[in-house]
């Protein structure tokens, strides 16, 4: 069983502050990352995605994957009020009939306050 | 471009009823997902479609559910004798298939079992 874990929150940060947010995973052979932000009432909306391990940066956000420890986080620079919402991590690898589908965390839930 | 849509956005079924939902890729797409996500829980795969390979109908709960694509275009998730345990949004996602591609959600049917 592949298994998605995050810590559900809330996770509270002052407006300006860096928000930290993390994941691990079961299956060593996965092999694509993703974090989706979902506000209340609203489908998930992809806002990073990472595949081998370092950091990788774009705007405000850095994700970050060590797959030796099987861990992704997510770093939210200068947290603002707007980036209240619940974050999913999820994974996927490669099947014999292609991407296979993700397996996501049941969600962390930002509250940054202003 | 345009985004995956979804039609209908909300359903009220009555118990026992059969209901279909609608999901239209975005174009180019060759993988196709289905999710659900009951209130407050996370997503939970349904069926996958990658191009002319049989579906990946692994997280059906039921043999209840069924789900049919079209090609490579729209895909029609039929849910029969529903009961109030299906309540739930169901979430459609497209990529762009071959290799580890970012899934992209529509915007969910909530279906409401009375």
């Known amino acids: 069983q592949k298994e998605v874990e995050q810590n559900s929150g809330p996770l509270s940060v002052p407006e300006g502050a860096i928000a930290s947010l993390n994941c691990t995973y079961s299956?060593?052979?996965?092999?694509?990352f993703f974090w989706y932000r979902q506000y209340s009432g609203k489908s998930p909306e992809l806002i990073m995605s990472?595949?081998?391990?370092g950091d990788k940066e774009d705007g405000r956000f850095t994700a970050q994957l060590n797959k030796a420890s099987q861990y992704v986080s997510l770093l939210i620079r200068d947290s603002q009020p707007s980036d209240s919402a619940t974050y999913l991590c999820a994974v996927t690898s490669w099947g014999i009939s292609g991407n296979t589908p993700l397996v996501f965390g049941k969600g962390t839930r930002l509250s940054v306050i202003a | 471009g345009a985004g995956v849509s979804q039609s209908p956005s909300n359903k009220v079924t009555e118990k026992g009823k059969d209901v279909e939902l609608r999901c239209d890729p975005i174009s180019g797409h060759t993988a196709l997902y289905w999710y659900r996500q009951r209130l407050g829980q996370g997503l939970e795969f349904l069926i996958y479609?990658?191009?002319?390979?049989?579906?990946?109908k692994s997280g059906l709960p039921s043999d209840r559910f069924s789900a049919e694509r079209t090609g490579e275009s729209v895909s029609t998730l039929t849910i029969q004798r529903t009961q109030q345990e299906d309540s739930a949004v169901y979430l459609c996602?497209?990529?762009?298939?071959?290799?580890?591609?970012?899934?992209?959600f529509g915007p969910g049917t909530r279906l409401t079992v009375t």
């Open positions: 996602a497209s990529s762009l298939g071959t290799g580890l591609y970012e899934q992209y």
């Open positions: 299956d060593r052979g996965s092999q694509s």
């Open positions: 990472i595949y081998s391990n």
């Open positions: 479609f990658q191009g002319n390979s049989a579906p990946d």
